[in-house]
């Protein structure tokens, strides 16, 4: 046997302890000649070098490019973005940049562009923490129902079309998306406390698991002070109809995001629902969300076509919340 030969083989390509250039790319979803671009433009490479001059990569040297990254995907200038970077090793990360708040509150065309691709950006990075940061800076800054309807469905839809285009390759992005869009919602609004007014029924139709729209209504709900209760996705028949029972709801919503789950049997049997003791028996209102109802009507049942006109119609059931349900 040839002893050389073995020896070489059993020895590693690259020597030292840290990252490889290649390695810290397919973590931070970027190339390696941008992280070179960066290291001869900005300073920002690694501090240490293995004995063949190969570029290794220590976890601070991972923490300033990572920082970096972050800022860069909020539409931050790259020599600006470097400069905070680079701060990170005395004073800790630097703070997202609050872009597009106006007084008012409203984001602009540019703004929102530059956040949703910024999102995107940092989701196709698998970056949780730039991601969940963006999302939380938005809710802040413009509102629950603006930051769903102008920053979290369009991002969807684009990771969504990504996927479609790429086959499999995009599965996880939209997966930690998805997570960090039910999160921030979670988040924003903490639960109702009890009340004596009726609570509203939430929950997506039988083999139906599309469940972030219903998040996003609950949110707002939420933030008004409607009491609710939440079933969230795939919710049996038997269960929907219990629920309706026990809890004599003013409103029960359900959700259908293909025109295969939606029920007009189980709308109907819950329109016509009835609870309590003769002389004083009451019925929910049924209120039918989502692009699976298209086409499709129940007698007396409302029908939302936005989540500002669901807040709108059942701000009307809801009298008592003093509290304009409609977004600025």
Same mark, same amino acid.
């Given at each position: 046997?040839?002893?050389?030969?073995?020896?070489?083989?059993?020895?590693?390509?690259?020597?030292?302890?840290?990252?490889?250039?290649?390695?810290?790319?397919?973590?931070?979803?970027?190339?390696?000649?941008?992280?070179?671009?960066?290291?001869?433009?900005?300073?920002?490479? =690694?501090?240490?070098?293995?004995?063949?001059?190969?570029?290794?990569?220590?976890?601070?040297?991972?923490?300033?490019? #990572?920082?970096?990254?972050?800022?860069?995907?909020?539409?931050? =200038?790259?020599? #600006?973005?470097?400069?905070?970077?680079?701060?990170? *090793?005395?004073?800790?990360?630097?703070?997202?940049?609050?872009?597009?708040? !106006?007084?008012?509150?409203?984001?602009?065309?540019? %703004?929102?562009?530059?956040?949703?691709?910024?999102?995107?950006?940092?989701?196709?990075?698998?970056?949780?923490?730039?991601?969940?940061?963006?999302?939380?800076?938005?809710?802040? !800054?413009?509102?629950?129902?603006?930051?769903?309807?102008?920053?979290?469905?369009?991002?969807?839809?684009?990771?969504?079309?990504?996927?479609?285009?790429?086959?499999?390759?995009?599965?996880?992005?939209?997966?930690?998306?998805?997570?960090?869009?039910?999160?921030?919602?979670?988040?924003?609004? =903490?639960?109702? @406390?009890?009340?004596?007014?009726?609570?509203?029924?939430?929950?997506?139709?039988?083999?139906?698991?599309?469940?972030?729209?219903?998040?996003?209504?609950?949110? %707002?709900?939420?933030?008004?002070?409607?009491?609710?209760?939440?079933?969230?996705?795939?919710?049996?028949?038997?269960?929907?109809? %219990? !629920?309706?029972? &026990?809890?004599?709801?003013?409103?029960?919503? *359900?959700?259908?995001?293909?025109?295969?789950?939606?029920?007009?049997?189980?709308?109907?049997?819950?329109?016509?629902?009835?609870?309590?003791?003769?002389?004083?028996?009451?019925?929910?209102?049924?209120?039918?969300?989502?692009?699976?109802?298209?086409?499709?009507?129940?007698?007396? !049942?409302?029908?939302?076509?936005?989540?500002?006109?669901?807040?709108?119609?059942?701000?009307?059931?809801?009298?008592?919340?003093? &509290?304009?349900?409609? @977004?600025?």
């Amino acid at each position: 046997m040839d002893e050389g030969r073995e020896a070489r083989h059993a020895l590693p390509t690259e020597e030292g302890p840290g990252v490889t250039t290649g390695a810290l790319a397919r973590r931070l979803g970027v190339s390696p000649t941008t992280l070179r671009s960066w290291d001869r433009r900005y300073g920002l490479g =690694p501090v240490q070098r293995s004995a063949g001059r190969h570029r290794r990569w220590t976890d601070e040297d991972i923490a300033v490019v #990572e920082e970096m990254c972050r800022l860069t995907t909020t539409g931050l =200038p790259p020599a #600006e973005a470097a400069r905070l970077a680079r701060k990170r *090793l005395v004073t800790g990360p630097a703070a997202l940049p609050r872009q597009g708040r !106006a007084a008012a509150g409203a984001p602009t065309p540019a %703004a929102l562009e530059r956040l949703t691709r910024g999102i995107s950006r940092a989701a196709t990075r698998l970056d949780s923490p730039t991601v969940h940061g963006l999302f939380t800076d938005a809710v802040r !800054a413009y509102g629950l129902v603006p930051t769903w309807q102008d920053v979290m469905v369009p991002v969807l839809h684009a990771v969504g079309r990504k996927w479609e285009e790429a086959g499999d390759r995009y599965v996880e992005v939209e997966h930690l998306l998805s997570w960090h869009v039910s999160r921030t919602l979670h988040q924003a609004v =903490p639960i109702a @406390p009890v009340t004596a007014l009726p609570p509203i029924v939430l929950a997506c139709v039988p083999a139906e698991q599309h469940v972030l729209p219903l998040e996003a209504l609950s949110a %707002a709900l939420g933030e008004l002070g409607v009491p609710q209760r939440m079933f969230g996705a795939a919710v049996p028949v038997e269960a929907v109809s %219990a !629920a309706v029972r &026990r809890t004599g709801p003013r409103v029960v919503v *359900l959700w259908a995001q293909a025109r295969s789950t939606a029920s007009l049997p189980l709308a109907r049997h819950l329109a016509e629902t009835h609870w309590g003791v003769r002389g004083a028996r009451g019925k929910p209102a049924v209120m039918l969300c989502g692009p699976g109802w298209a086409g499709r009507s129940v007698r007396g !049942a409302l029908r939302p076509t936005s989540l500002p006109e669901a807040l709108l119609q059942i701000g009307r059931l809801y009298p008592e919340i003093s &509290r304009d349900p409609v @977004p600025a």
